[in-house]
């Protein structure tokens, strides 16, 4: 029998050695980025982290320094903030900084690691390579991609003028119009907005993004995917994905093989092709495949739908809240161009305050505010600081883009001016990084130049986008989630006369 001054002892020495036990387990190795907190035990800071962490991470910054690292569950991630330390390493040492970690949803789709988002090393050189010279291919000459932005721009101004001045929720059709974009890029036709087949689309692609916020998680605490009743939609996400991935591999069939033409590669999936039978037939050594085309036609679809998307429906609404500037960009339309033609890419040097008020929305919007995760293929040091072989690296790219230290005070301030000069012409700066910096930057920042400046030009040209309510205009609050789209609202569209 033990007496109740024996339980207590059993009880003292078994939470000592729990507390011996955690303490050895997460002891800090002082080589490692600061934490602004010791981790809990299998959690980490998981329980701390906020939905919406970029305020935390700014705090943080303030605590640690521009390198901390969090955990999820025993994962460490590492943060990297401000101008200065993304540029000491994603583009002063490119070799480190420029792979990407392995995630749950990719790996599941059983092609995980190919393609272009996903790949790292070699492969992935070989493929971003090649993508984007079949994209500037399309943008020579002829010009393929601004014909076919225009051609959607057109229908895309119907719809709009359809409306006829009725309220109406702006994220609902930018979405179509811009997914559409891409299915004339990489498949070479555009579809009715109607059409079940870009419908699924974008169903698809809307069900991989939202699911990863449920999923994501899995990414750090791996065994969370066996929890039962897919608390965490792994096997939901892993579904969905396989889903629309299984209806881009239709098109891949389609336009690279059923219908394939060497002498009529105006898409994408038959320029790829072309190349890929090329290097084939001249037995060199290459890894385009079939595979690695499925994935990045998935790549393309997704990444040039939502940020596009997003940026659109944030100018918008900066139109909306800001009725001077959108009349100060009508005029300059007005004035450049005239009401007699549409704006083409040609204008656009000509069209600065135009240009600035798309910089300014990124620059505030900062739809993609980490950019998409990096890891390293070795142990590397950054400021004195270890950071082990595969760890997962977020660059905070709003920590430069809402830096007051460079933009001023007024930061959080929607203001196309300051990125123009006293002469009014355009003032690029080095630390506008929307599309992220070094080797990994976004791969479609030229489409997506090109594509914001045809669609805003003109549609402030044919339009005034007003509030339907005057007296409180719509909200400029975001909601954060994979990136930072606008709180849904509505816009009256009214046709200039
Ligand atoms: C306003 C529009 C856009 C924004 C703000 C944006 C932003 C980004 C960012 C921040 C990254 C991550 C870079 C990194 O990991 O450091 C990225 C990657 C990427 N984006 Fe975009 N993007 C936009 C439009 C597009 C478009 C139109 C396409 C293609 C049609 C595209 C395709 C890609 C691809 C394939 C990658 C992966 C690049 C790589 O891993 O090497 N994006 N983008």
């Not at 078994?14 to 303490?23: E, F, K, M, P, S």
Request: charged fraction near 20%; proline fraction near 6%; charge should be neutral.
């Amino acid at each position: 029998m033990f007496t109740g001054t024996d339980d207590f002892t059993t009880l003292l020495g078994a939470v000592t050695l729990l507390l011996l036990t955690y303490l050895w387990c997460f002891r800090r190795d002082p080589k490692l980025p600061p934490s602004p907190c010791r981790p809990l035990p299998f959690v980490g800071h998981l329980l701390l982290l906020q939905k919406d962490p970029r305020p935390q991470f700014k705090q943080w910054r303030e605590q640690c320094g521009d390198l901390f690292s969090v955990y999820i569950g025993g994962t460490m991630i590492v943060v990297l903030n401000g101008y200065q330390l993304l540029k000491e390493t994603l583009v002063q040492r490119p070799d480190d900084f420029s792979d990407r970690p392995k995630l749950f949803l990719d790996e599941e789709t059983g092609i995980g690691g190919l393609g272009v988002v996903m790949a790292s090393g070699q492969k992935w050189k070989e493929q971003k390579k090649v993508t984007l010279q079949i994209l500037r291919n399309f943008g020579l000459g002829k010009n393929i991609l601004a014909e076919k932005i225009q051609e959607e721009i057109s229908f895309f101004a119907d719809l709009l003028a359809s409306f006829n001045g009725q309220p109406v929720d702006i994220k609902d059709v930018t979405n179509v119009s811009m997914a559409n974009i891409v299915c004339s890029i990489i498949f070479g036709q555009r579809f009715e907005y109607s059409d079940a087949r870009l419908q699924r689309l974008i169903s698809g692609y809307m069900a991989t993004l939202s699911d990863q916020q449920s999923n994501g998680v899995i990414n750090f605490i791996p065994m969370l995917k066996y929890i039962p009743f897919d608390v965490f939609k792994a096997k939901r996400g892993a579904k969905n994905l396989q889903t629309l991935l299984g209806f881009l591999r239709e098109f891949v069939v389609l336009k690279g093989k059923t219908e394939f033409n060497e002498h009529n590669i105006g898409n994408f999936i038959a320029a790829y092709t072309a190349e890929m039978n090329e290097l084939k037939g001249k037995n060199e050594a290459t890894n385009m495949s079939e595979d690695n085309l499925t994935k990045i036609v998935l790549d393309l679809f997704i990444g040039g739908s939502f940020s596009m998307s997003h940026t659109l429906s944030w100018c918008i609404l900066y139109a909306i809240n800001f009725p001077e500037y959108q009349k100060k960009a009508y005029e300059e339309i007005h004035d450049t161009v005239g009401l007699d033609r549409v704006p083409c890419f040609k204008d656009r040097p000509k069209l600065a305050y135009v240009t600035a008020f798309i910089m300014e929305t990124q620059r505030l919007s900062s739809t993609v505010p980490f950019a998409l995760p990096h890891t390293c293929p070795r142990d590397v040091y950054v400021r004195g600081y270890k950071i082990p072989k595969g760890t997962y690296i977020y660059p905070n790219l709003s920590s430069v883009l809402h830096d007051p230290n460079i933009w001023g005070q007024d930061v959080l301030t929607f203001n196309p001016q300051r990125f123009l000069d006293e002469d009014g012409k355009l003032r690029t700066r080095e630390e506008f990084v929307p599309f992220s910096m070094g080797r990994r930057m976004c791969l479609g920042e030229a489409l997506a130049n090109m594509q914001l400046f045809l669609y805003l030009a003109t549609l402030l040209q044919k339009f005034q986008f007003l509030p339907v309510d005057a007296a409180s205009p719509p909200s400029m609050e975001d909601v954060f989630g994979f990136s930072a789209s606008p709180m849904p609202y509505e816009v009256r569209i009214v046709e200039r006369s």
